[in-house]
């Protein structure tokens, strides 16, 4: 059974930074296809940005040239860098694998709480 923690978030104003990590254990969890989501009063989990077994990258529009998904497979460990952060990025953020690809997602982590303040 794969165990997800994610951790990095904050409080933080907006047009700074965060990083966070997602750390895996269990299993090879970043040889896979993974991604972070977003949970908002809005929406409740949002995928934002994935990146697959090769490398490849996506975005959700509303993040793309801000946030940067990358990964350590030796330290089976995911990454998201936020810059430019913006009030709509608030929200708890969850490392799983490409559920547009996954047959079987794994459970969820605690998340980690993002706050960007004006």
């Known amino acids: 059974q794969v165990r997800l923690v994610e951790s990095g978030g904050g409080l933080v104003q907006a047009g700074g930074s965060l990083r966070l990590s997602c750390a895996a254990s269990?299993?090879?969890?970043?040889?896979?296809?993974v991604a972070w989501y977003r949970r908002t009063p809005e929406k409740e989990r949002e995928l934002v940005a994935g990146?697959?077994?090769?490398?490849?990258?996506t975005y959700v529009p509303s993040v793309k040239g801000r946030f940067t998904i990358s990964r350590d497979v030796a330290k089976n460990t995911l990454f998201l860098q936020m810059n430019n952060l913006k009030t709509e990025d608030t929200g708890v953020y969850y490392c799983?694998?490409?559920?547009?690809?996954?047959?079987?997602?794994?459970?969820w982590g605690q998340g980690t709480q993002v706050t960007v303040s004006s």
């Open positions: 990146i697959t077994s090769g490398g490849s990258t």
């Open positions: 269990g299993s090879t969890f970043t040889l896979n296809a």
């Open positions: 799983n694998k490409d559920v547009r690809i996954a047959a079987q997602m794994n459970a």
